[in-house]
């Protein structure tokens, strides 16, 4: 037992020792097993390795040979890579068998064999993980690190049963950890499993990815998983992803798209390079195509190119349905990017009805806002099928309004359409655009509305007239829709806007200057004498000519383009020459009745006309003029040519000559 000796005048070392030994008695079993321990060594001139060492010890010491002493051989030599005992070549993991079926409380034979995927042991098989298991129920390896990685596998494999109590694999990591707490796969597959205590303290799933980064940071599911829970004090989410990515670019498509949504404001940077929010998006379809939010995601930012090829916006809400058919989201977007060609699907109108199909309050009410826009839709819910008017689109937008804008916009329209049912109960025109006022006070087209159409209305408790209400819209508004609101202040004599004086005329040229096909606007400016509108001169009968042209129903310029005609004269209207009769028949013939006294009346002195498809004599026209109700029209020359033709019958009452 000591590294030298002196036997006579000579000195030995251990090895010398063990050979000498050797060539007295070439069975002596311990002497082999020894110079095998020491590194094996030359007996009787014929060298051994180590396991051919051990291999002797055990071929022969034979039975008398203690089982601990024969186990820790075979023991031996597999962990050597094995070799040829008793004339049979043996493998590593033979030699573990025999090892154990010498000693089966050899705990690290287990843990060997375990590595090599387990084995049989006296007739019994035993998988991988009975074997770890086995090594830590014998409570004997020969290294705490070794215990260690048996904990840890045996979470690998899902947990088992211990020295007869069950352990899940969560609780076999944190063993694991508790002993070895530098195993970077453990921290992983804790924080995994939600996170655990260890050592008594307890760790969150977050602070186990951080662990298993700071441990091992080439491990790109875990900077993934640091990443996914929103990144740490150390490292925010954004260079998470971008450590992943650097490890591992090519089959973690999902880490680009988590990069892109991290790099909408500063593009991310990855091996050097720098990717955009578009970029990164591209990156995950270009290894996985069958990602549809990340198609969506794409489509959100006006679209990119994948593989080469071109994507518009509808184009990559498009590709995203057909992955993800039922995205209420998807068709929606698609909506709003003007509809696209999908499953039998082409335009907005479909797709906005596809969209509420599936969810009906996508959008927060502003879905219904498209529908309604696109003149109403069929939705079908349940299985049932129901067709919406424009007006209920409106309504149920006001009902499942999430924002003020959505709100405003749902209240305008459902007011344009003559209001309708909502928040529980009936709503008129003029209550829709007050509630818009109430929520936008700045509302120009709505402010237009309540006091063109409605002749004012109350906002916030105050009441505004009509001449308040047109002087808010021109005030906070100037585009096309106002065009009204300049006509109103027009008729209503003019006034001053933005500290600017306008009169009567300007009024009427400033509405057509904004819309030239606005008949009222061509109305009146007849009336103040005819203008001129955006360096063009109109005369009075010009004026109205373009106010029928662009209102046939509006009997009082048809009326005034007669009376501007003469008895002789004529006019073109939309290609046509219109006589002063004709004219005043459109007029009486118009479903408004506005100015239809005085054409009856003319049409009288004219002998009557064939109107509202029957012949009118003269009589039955002055009848018609003084039955009106016209308050502009001066009734005394009626009264007296019915006198003229014997009396008549004026409004249900008979009246002699």
Not at 152 to 166: E, H, K, L, M, N
Not at 305 to 334: M, T
Not at 360 to 377: H, K, T
Request: hydrophobic letters at 35%.
């Amino acid at each position: 037992g000591k590294d030298i000796g002196c036997v006579g005048d000579t000195n030995y070392t251990r090895i010398e020792c063990f050979q000498q030994a050797l060539l007295h008695d070439r069975d002596l079993g311990d002497a082999w097993f020894d110079l095998g321990v020491a590194g094996g060594g030359t007996v009787a001139y014929v060298g051994y390795s180590k396991q051919q060492c051990f291999a002797r010890a055990i071929e022969s010491a034979g039975e008398t040979w203690s089982a601990a002493a024969r186990a820790k051989a075979w023991h031996n030599i597999g962990t050597l890579g094995g070799t040829t005992v008793h004339g049979k070549q043996r493998q590593p993991k033979e030699c573990y068998e025999c090892c154990l079926a010498a000693d089966e409380r050899y705990a690290d034979a287990w843990y060997d064999l375990a590595l090599l995927g387990g084995g049989k042991i006296a007739g019994a098989g035993h998988s991988e993980k009975d074997c770890y298991i086995k090594a830590l129920e014998t409570g004997d390896l020969s290294a705490p690190l070794l215990s260690a990685q048996a904990w840890y596998r045996v979470g690998i494999a899902g947990g088992g049963t211990v020295s007869g109590r069950y352990r899940s694999a969560t609780d076999c990591f944190r063993e694991a950890l508790g002993t070895d707490p530098g195993i970077a796969d453990a921290w992983f597959r804790l924080g995994e499993a939600g996170g655990g205590k260890v050592s008594g303290e307890d760790f969150g799933k977050k602070q186990c990815f951080e662990k298993a980064v700071d441990i091992d940071g080439g491990s790109a599911r875990a900077w993934f998983q640091l990443g996914a829970c929103g990144g740490s004090e150390a490292y925010s989410a954004k260079h998470c992803y971008e450590a992943c990515l650097a490890k591992d670019p090519e089959t973690m498509p999902v880490a680009w798209h988590r990069l892109g949504e991290k790099s909408k404001d500063e593009p991310a940077q990855v091996d050097g390079r720098k990717y955009t929010e578009k970029a990164c998006y591209e990156m995950a379809l270009k290894h996985n195509r069958k990602l549809p939010r990340v198609w969506h995601d794409l489509g959100m930012i006006g679209g990119g190119d994948v593989d080469g090829c071109a994507y518009d916006r509808q184009a990559c809400f498009r590709e995203e349905l057909l992955i993800k058919p039922d995205c209420p989201a998807s068709w929606y977007h698609l909506g709003l990017a003007g509809g696209g060609d999908v499953l039998g699907m082409k335009s907005k109108k479909e797709c906005f009805e596809k969209a509420l199909s599936l969810k009906d309050d996508i959008g927060g009410g502003w879905a219904w806002v498209q529908l309604g826009l696109a003149g109403g839709g069929c939705v079908t819910r349940e299985g049932r099928r129901k067709d919406y008017l424009a007006k209920e689109c409106y309504a149920q937008a006001v009902n499942q309004a999430v924002n003020n804008e959505t709100l405003k916009e749902a209240w305008y329209r459902l007011g344009l359409q003559g209001g309708g049912n909502a928040k529980g109960k009936l709503q008129p025109a003029k209550a829709c655009f007050e509630n818009v006022l109430r929520l936008d006070p700045k509302h120009a087209l709505a402010w237009c509305e309540l006091g063109c159409r409605h002749s004012g209305g109350t906002v916030n408790k105050k009441h505004y007239t009509e001449r308040e209400c047109v002087h808010l819209a021109l005030t906070h508004g100037d585009g096309k829709g106002v065009a009204q609101a300049w006509c109103s202040l027009g008729r209503l004599g003019g006034g001053e806007i933005r500290g600017e004086h306008f009169d009567e005329k300007l009024c009427y040229v400033k509405a057509l200057s904004l819309d030239q096909t606005f008949a009222p606007a061509w109305y009146g400016l007849g009336l103040s004498g005819g203008g001129s509108v955006d360096g063009t001169a109109y005369s009075k009968m010009r004026c109205w000519t373009k106010a029928v042209e662009g209102d046939p129903t509006c009997g009082r310029a048809w009326c005034h383009l007669a009376q501007e005609i003469g008895p002789e004269g004529g006019a073109e209207v939309s290609g046509c020459t219109l006589t002063s009769k004709e004219c005043y028949e459109r007029a009486v013939n118009c479903n408004d009745d506005s100015g239809c006294a005085a054409a009856w009346y003319h049409l009288g002195l004219m002998g009557g006309a064939f109107v509202k498809e029957s012949n009118r004599k003269a009589k039955a026209c002055y009848e018609m003029a003084l039955g009106s109700g016209d308050e502009d029209f001066d009734v005394g020359d009626a009264w007296f040519k019915l006198g003229c033709e014997g009396g008549g019958d004026v409004a249900g009452a008979g009246h002699s000559e």
